[in-house]
């Protein structure tokens, strides 16, 4: 495989394929108060993703619970850290789900901060609020990106229980990313998250509930070799992953880790194919593709809803790489 990386570029210097206009219209607009009319958060939004406008537009959106403050400090990451999170909104699960019916959402991705000061980390609101969008519409795909389930000597519950919560809770897809290679980790992610944790967290939930669809992502950009995101895919597919997406990592401050690469679309595009190689029911690559991407999530609804008809007409048929549209 050719290499991955593009040309080093100046600081600040962003390719053409990387400039979008910014959300606007009468459809954000109008998302935006239903969100604020009930105080929640977005990762879309604290994220800054490029894509917002275009998913909110066809029918997927990702809710971030548990407040706006997150008790990990990345160095990639634009949201708000401090070593004790905000205090819970008790009525967040069904703000949520209310959030999702007057969206007229069709997948919803529910993300989190991490709450490594809470007893359970969190995982008894983010079951609470799969079971609030469930009850609201049961015909609403829910993917849940959750943390790594750190247990701490704050943690009552070990990282399998906190795992287990959340998928009783029925999450059609669970998902977890690496954010980037093994040998970037320390310097890319807070020094608690652990590489070696991260697939053990999504090797667990495959465990805990076979059949389950699991999801990663990582960001390129950072300094990482092909030969390193050749073996980061390897360790996906070892450890189970279904469904792993590839994106450009963009610096969101300045007080951020600088971007090092800028990888062209060209290069995602044979990467791709590459991950598709080695046996991912999908995989989505691309400069603008992030962890929740609709691309991604459109796929999932399709596949999901084949195996729900499947089941329900007392089949165990293999699902298609290629299932029906959403």
């Known amino acids: ?25 009468p459809t954000v607009a109008n998302l935006e108060k239903v969100l604020r009319d009930r105080n929640l958060h977005t990762v ?15 029918g997927t959106a990702t ?13 990639f990451c634009a949201v708000k850290t401090h070593s004790q999170g905000t205090p819970v909104d008790q009525d967040e699960p069904e703000k949520v789900a209310e959030s999702c019916v007057a969206m007229g959402l069709k ?20 079951a609470a609020t799969i079971r609030a969008i469930k009850r609201r519409n049961p015909e609403l795909l829910v993917e849940a990106l959750v943390g790594d389930w750190l247990q701490t000597e704050r943690q009552t519950l070990t990282t399998e229980q906190m795992i287990a919560t ?16 093994l040998r970037l980790t320390p310097r890319v992610r807070d020094h608690r998250c652990s590489y070696a944790r991260s697939l053990d967290t999504l090797r667990t939930a495959k465990r805990l509930q076979p059949g389950l669809v699991t999801k990663s992502s990582l960001m390129l950009g950072l300094g990482e070799s092909e030969r390193e995101v050749e073996q980061a895919m390897d360790d996906l597919r070892e450890y189970g992953v279904d469904v792993v ?7 969101p401050t300045l007080l951020h880790l600088p971007v090092r690469d800028h ?25 603008l593709v992030r962890s929740s991407y609709k691309a991604a999530e ?19 048929a293999p699902i298609s790489s290629t299932p029906e549209s959403a």
């Open 1 to 25: 495989m050719s290499s991955i990386h593009n040309k080093r570029i100046t600081p600040g210097q962003k390719p053409d394929w990387l400039k979008v206009p910014l959300p606007s219209g």
């Open 44 to 58: 879309c939004e604290e994220a800054k993703c490029p894509n917002m406008g275009e998913c909110w537009a066809s």
């Open 63 to 75: 809710f971030m619970v548990l407040g706006d403050t997150c008790t990990r400090g990345c160095r």
């Open 107 to 126: 997948y919803v991705v529910l993300t989190m901060v991490d709450r490594d000061d809470l007893p359970d980390g969190g995982a008894g609101h983010v």
């Open 166 to 181: 959340v998928l009783a809770a029925g999450p059609d897809v669970y998902a977890h990313n690496v954010e980037t290679v």
């Open 245 to 251: 997406t590839f994106g450009q990592y963009l610096r």
């Open 263 to 287: 990888i062209t679309p060209a290069r995602f595009q044979a990467l791709e194919a590459r991950a598709m190689t080695k046996g991912f029911l999908y995989v989505a690559a691309g400069p």
């Open 298 to 316: 459109f796929y999932l609804a399709g596949m999901l809803r084949q195996r729900q008809a499947l089941a329900a007409a007392g089949t165990s």
